[in-house]
């Protein structure tokens, strides 16, 4: 490759985004690409502190709080992480990007007009655009409870992070709201069913997208 290529992983809580990003790395990386694999929130130190306060469901934390803890995280991420790798051609593979807030904190929480909450995001990312996004799109119900397994075996959060106590019905208008944002991008995103698929077919599909992405460029 002549630069860096950029892929986001997007979905709701419990959808494997994570799992995906480690597989598909795994497998670029058996074919001579160099990968980066990091996450939003948590992808620096400073991000993981972020990202202590933004799950911890013990606090209380105001919507306009929380979208600034997300952009700090955000800005850190880009300057420290996505940039320096990018710029030694690697591939960066992240789970979520600012198409997380744009769906969370936008059209679900309705902190900031959609357009205002853009602009703030490109310029916590100093306009760093990916070059796919990946939207896995699973059931709220199932892929709660997997986030709840996920959040009681890592951060010992028993009833799962702030954000998956907001519920199956939140989760769904979640899910709506990637549905949306992918048609407003139909040109980046790609939408992965996971319905019924094993993270082996997922990652296959998301695999070959890849593959044929990086031969064109």
């Known amino acids: ?13 419990g959808s494997g985004k994570s799992t ?14 160099p990968c980066v694999v990091t996450e939003q929130p948590g992808g ?27 952009l700090a995280d955000r800005a850190e991420h880009v300057s420290k992480v996505v940039q320096p790798a990018l710029e030694k051609k690697g591939i960066v593979i992240s789970s979520r990007y600012f198409y997380s807030t744009l769906v969370y904190q936008g059209m679900v ?7 205002f909450l853009l602009q703030m995001n490109l310029f916590a990312v100093n306009q760093v655009i990916p070059d796919l996004v990946f939207y896995i799109d699973l059931e709220a119900k199932s892929g709660l409870s997997r986030a709840k397994r996920k959040s009681s075996e890592q951060m010992n959060y028993q009833q799962g992070d702030r954000i998956e106590l907001e519920g199956a019905d939140f989760q ?18 790609v939408i ?21 992405k990086l031969k064109d460029d």
Do not use: C, W
Not at 109 to 115: F, I
């Open 1 to 13: 490759m002549n630069r860096g290529y950029f892929i986001v992983l997007e979905g709701p809580d």
């Open 20 to 33: 995906q990003a480690r597989l598909l790395a795994e497998r670029l990386e058996r074919d001579g690409y």
């Open 44 to 70: 620096t130190d400073e991000g993981k502190q972020i990202r202590n306060i933004l799950l911890n469901p013990k606090l209380r934390i105001n919507p306009k709080t929380e979208l600034f803890l997300f």
């Open 109 to 115: 929480r309705e902190v900031a007009p959609y357009d």
């Open 172 to 189: 769904e208008k979640v899910r709506a709201g990637y549905r949306e944002i992918a048609a407003l991008n139909s040109d980046l995103f």
């Open 192 to 212: 992965v069913d996971a319905t019924g698929k094993s993270r082996e077919e997922i990652m296959n599909i998301i695999y070959s997208h890849v593959k044929g």
